[in-house]
């Protein structure tokens, strides 16, 4: 049961009431009193009819302020209501029907919340009245389609039926924001209907602010969507992995981060992992109360491209998203050729040692991305360059002519270089034929050479981190290991326009990149082994290289995507030679949708519609001479808060309303029904009632 005022406003004259009251103390008469003997028996008898008196005053005085209160409630115009009716009265009516159609309504009422909530929608919805207007609006809606209010329910059941179950949160903000818009509009009686589950998740990022405009006089009506019960709810948190790339033949390492809602343990959960919808693996655990769990997996992918994949719950009777997406694109090995100036016979003290080992450290074909080969300079006459992805010249004394148009040739066409000096090079041959030549491959002119010595050496000052080369090396140990390592020989280069990756504490460059074409070219100044320097023996040499050459064979190091979350935009990069071509995507449910691929720069467009969870794939219309982009496909999951199931309390999420005047009822008493009275007519029949009575007992006063 419930009391309403279509215009709660008039409720203060309630403190006119009093006006009576005042008026009848002003008024009082104050009598000076002389006592006469001989009238006291007048007085005795004068004071048996005061009493009457007085008691018909009291009453009317009583009647006058009954009638104030009962004029400002008429002009208030309360409405009783019992049960879930609607409002009574007469004058077109205005409703909007809020839908709770987040993805924790899966599991209220035993797994039929929703279905539930719509059935009883339909039913207030053909109990309208003839005249109302009604609009029903879902807590997410993916087509952003502008609501109206419509008063034939046909369309209002049309409308109620396109609502599906969504794969995210509840954006009650939103949805009411819409509702008052709509009530923006001249009606007699004007109401909303939120039908939800309650979830903490959607009201925890709830706030009156966000509405900017609401009217607390309109009445809310909260109907309660059943209860989850004791089920089990767990969900999968999030998926991490492991490692430098993704590769073929490489073994990739998953974590999935398992966490326990419920305030008991979960035994028994079969957590598997399937790629391209076969299984690949199944383990089962016990989830801790309240607790987190984490479930590894190892694979490999025996051929490159991209790949789908998911780790699934398997658990029957189990509340909570149970499927979580992801997606890895893999790289074929890289291949890198190690040219080494100065090969010795015995193998570890070799110039590219360190090297090779830092880019394959167990020397293994399935063990890392990198697939280093060694030659001489020498051999270097009968190597096809396009056969590899980076080139490494470690300490080659002179660059011989004819290779000189062939290095141009292969950074212009995207191929990339590093260069590490040492105390075979002639420093005249590199500048002549690198630098001083058309187009130039060195970023800087190498001036003098600093010898090592018997002093400690140099440390490295500073670090470009947010240069893509040193992506590898954001951990904060690592950074602190490369600035411990001693540099005691390396080149005096005079950068032309260069940009200094790594600087000495002398403000020496020690590592310079020059773009040349589509190509890359960097240049270390010192060794890379240990002749003039420590760098080798560092924690942070394996990285460190690592990244160099992938970033100078284009990144490609294979992706590894734990996926967005729904409802997050996409934004893809393309080369400028797709500007103008049409990308095509391929949504969970098969359905497609297209962007033109925009001409300015590489973030070339943004995809925005990823409502759905699941895998979307990509595709560019047309052919093209250029590698296909990365990724093809990507991944998007619930968030994982919306599998918690639990509820807001009542007390709390009136607060939150407050002042909006929000009333819980539960789902249960629709089935009940319920009435609806306009009280404008009892209370005035009431007033006239007083007031006539009043004028009767103030006549027989005077009389």
Not at 120 to 145: C, F, M, Q
Not at 211 to 227: A, F, Q, R
Not at 269 to 290: C, D, F, H, T, Y
């Amino acid at each position: 049961m419930s009391l309403f005022f279509f215009h709660p406003v008039y409720l203060y004259g309630l403190f006119a009431a009093s006006l009576p009251l005042i008026i009848h103390l002003l008024n009082r008469r104050r009598l000076k009193r002389i006592r006469f003997p001989a009238v006291r028996f007048i007085l005795l008898s004068q004071r048996r009819i005061s009493r009457s008196y007085r008691l018909r005053h009291w009453l009317v005085l009583a009647l006058r302020t009954l009638a104030v209160i009962l004029l400002v409630l008429l002009l208030a115009r309360p409405v009783f209501q019992t049960g879930v009716g609607l409002l009574a009265g007469s004058g077109p009516a205005s409703i909007v029907v809020l839908l709770d159609n987040s993805m924790s309504m899966t599991w209220s009422d035993g797994g039929q919340g929703f279905d539930h909530a719509k059935r009883a929608i339909g039913g207030l919805l053909t109990a309208l009245k003839a005249g109302a207007r009604a609009a029903v609006i879902p807590t997410y809606d993916s087509a952003r389609a502008a609501p109206r209010l419509k008063a034939e329910r046909e369309l209002l059941l049309k409308d109620l039926e396109a609502i599906k179950l969504s794969a995210t949160t509840a954006d009650f903000a939103l949805a009411l924001k819409r509702a008052y818009a709509l009530l923006k509009e001249p009606a007699a009686q004007k109401e909303i209907w939120l039908f939800t589950n309650m979830n903490l998740t959607g009201w925890e990022r709830f706030s009156l602010a966000q509405l900017e405009h609401y009217d607390g006089l309109i009445p809310l009506k909260i109907v309660k969507v059943g209860e989850s019960g004791r089920l089990p709810n767990a969900t999968i948190k999030e998926i991490k992995f492991e490692g430098q790339g993704i590769g073929v033949g490489m073994p990739v390492h998953l974590t999935a981060h398992i966490v326990n809602f419920s305030d008991e343990e979960i035994r028994d959960v079969p957590v598997a992992l399937s790629l391209e919808g076969k299984n690949r693996e199944q383990k089962l655990v016990s989830l801790p109360p309240q607790g987190e769990l984490a479930v590894s997996f190892q694979f490999s992918l025996q051929r490159p491209g991209p790949h789908s994949g998911q780790v699934e719950l398997k658990k029957a009777g189990l509340a909570g998203n149970p499927v979580t997406h992801f997606t890895v694109q893999a790289e074929d090995k890289l291949r890198v050729l190690l040219i080494d100036g100065d090969p010795r016979t015995s193998l570890v003290q070799s110039e590219t040692f360190f090297l090779a080992r830092a880019l394959n450290p167990s020397a293994g074909s399935d063990a890392s991305l990198f697939l280093p080969t060694v030659i001489i300079p020498e051999g270097l006459g009968s190597v096809n360059l396009d056969s590899y992805q980076a080139l490494v010249f470690c300490n080659v004394a002179t660059i011989p002519d004819n290779l000189v148009p062939k290095l141009r040739d292969y950074v212009a066409r995207g191929g990339g270089i590093l260069f590490f000096l040492g105390d075979r090079v002639h420093m005249e041959d590199y500048n002549r034929k690198l630098f001083q030549s058309s187009p130039a491959i060195l970023p800087g002119l190498m001036k003098d050479k600093k010898i090592p010595t018997a002093s400690p050496g140099e440390t490295i000052d500073k670090l470009d981190l947010g240069h893509p080369a040193l992506q590898g090396l954001k951990d904060r140990i690592l950074q602190e290991s490369l600035s411990s390592s001693r540099v005691q020989g390396y080149f005096l280069v005079e950068p032309n326009g260069a940009s200094a990756l790594l600087t000495l504490s002398s403000g020496r460059p020690i590592l310079l990149e020059k773009k040349v074409g589509s190509g890359r070219v960097l240049f270390f100044t010192t060794a890379a082994d240990r002749d003039w320097s420590d760098l080798p023996l560092k924690t942070a040499y394996l990285p460190l290289v690592q990244s160099l050459v992938s970033y100078l064979a284009g990144g490609k190091r294979g992706l590894a995507d734990p996926g967005l979350t729904v409802g997050s935009p996409k934004s893809f990069s393309f080369p400028r030679a797709y500007a103008g071509r049409k990308l095509r995507i391929v949504m969970p449910d098969q359905s497609e949708r297209e962007l033109a691929i925009d001409a300015e720069g590489e973030k070339a467009a943004a995809f925005t519609e990823n409502d759905l969870a699941g895998v979307y794939r990509l595709s560019v219309q047309g052919t093209l001479a250029e590698s296909a982009f990365s990724p093809q496909h990507y991944a998007v999951n619930p968030p994982f808060l919306e599998s918690r199931l639990k509820a807001i309390d009542e007390d709390e999420l009136k607060a939150k309303l407050s002042p909006i005047r929000a009333e819980v009822l539960a789902l249960k008493s629709l089935e009940k029904g319920g009435g609806s009275w306009d009280l404008s007519f009892p209370l005035l029949f009431l007033l006239l009632a007083a007031l006539a009575a009043e004028g009767w007992i103030a006549q027989k006063s005077h009389a």
